[in-house]
């Protein structure tokens, strides 16, 4: 349990039918209200989507799987909910800015698998990267600065090697510390850089961008120089518990070619793209 296994090496996924997206749920001991809101809509969601894919921030703080061989409470239900879940349909996970130790073999655990930082996805209709946000993020300089650092294997190895008490408290003070300064694990003051969103869909030669993270839930046209339309597309988060009025909601890319963001207690925004 001292390492944290890498995801699948491969970032291209194919998915058909009715692809269903959420981010940053933040689920923890503090947020039982946003838990059962959430897991309402993961009820819903093996109705009706196809696969589902949790892009990021799933949990507040991710301290190891060990926490999983004796959950607390909040993370019993959490498990219960994401095996039902995945009896049902595909369930994947991404990595985001605070469950970034998340692993394949907590992914296996809840019947899931893991997915790298950046997925090429494809659907029936679209094709699209997938990226939690927090890169993109390139103006917040001293966090990038925090997220290499943290994301570095040596320093994972370090920090999963110690006993789960002492993650535990490290993970409170690291929550302490960013409720005092506003920074690192409160990034939603920083919103992404646009020039790195056009970039990273050139790189990938692709047209459309979804992401998490900044708790701006939007659907964008991306200006660039050469011509060609660029979507980006922005995930809401969930609170219920701190928040008035409360947030959640999720992505549907359907398999008709609709594109819906579902955002609770605002109207739904439509969008087709042409292929
Ligand atoms: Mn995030």
């Known amino acids: 349990m001292s390492s944290s296994k890498a995801p699948a090496s491969s970032n291209k996924l194919h998915l058909q039918g009715n692809i269903w997206l959420a981010a940053d749920i933040h689920l923890g001991p503090h947020s039982p209200k946003t838990a059962q ?12 989507a196809d696969a589902l894919l949790l892009c990021g921030d799933i949990f507040h703080a991710w301290v190891g799987s060990d926490l999983a061989l004796e959950p607390p409470n909040w993370l019993a239900q959490a498990i219960h909910h ?6 049902d349909i595909p369930l994947y996970v991404m990595r985001g800015n605070r ?29 699209l990267v997938l990226t939690h946000g927090d890169e993109l993020c390139t103006d917040d ?14 320093i994972q ?16 003070g690291l929550r302490q510390r960013s409720r005092k300064q506003q920074q690192y694990i409160e990034p939603s003051i920083t919103d992404v850089n646009e020039s790195s969103c056009v970039q990273l869909l050139e790189q990938h030669q692709r047209t459309l961008l979804v992401h998490g993270h900044t708790h701006r839930p939007a659907l964008h046209r ?12 922005v995930i809401p988060d969930w609170e219920y518990d701190h928040s008035q009025p409360t947030r959640g ?15 609770h207690h605002q109207p739904t925004l439509r969008l087709r793209l042409k292929n």
Do not use: M
Not at 157 to 172: D, E, I, Q, T
């Open 37 to 48: 809101a959430f897991y309402r809509f993961l009820t819903q969601a093996r109705q009706d």
């Open 249 to 263: 909601g999720w992505l549907a890319l359907n398999k008709n070619g609709l594109i819906e963001l579902h955002r």
């Open 222 to 233: 991306l200006a660039n120089t050469n011509k060609s339309n660029l979507t980006r597309i």
């Open 157 to 172: 190895s370090l920090f999963l090697a110690l006993p789960l008490k002492w993650r535990l408290s490290v993970a409170g």
């Open 141 to 154: 300089v001293n966090y990038q600065r925090f997220r290499r650092r943290v994301r570095a294997p040596l």
């Open 99 to 127: 469950d970034f130790l998340l692993d394949q073999r907590f992914a296996s655990y809840i019947g899931a698998q893991l997915l790298p930082d950046q997925v090429l996805l494809s659907t029936d209709h679209h094709q």
């Open 82 to 87: 994401f095996r039902q879940t995945s009896q």
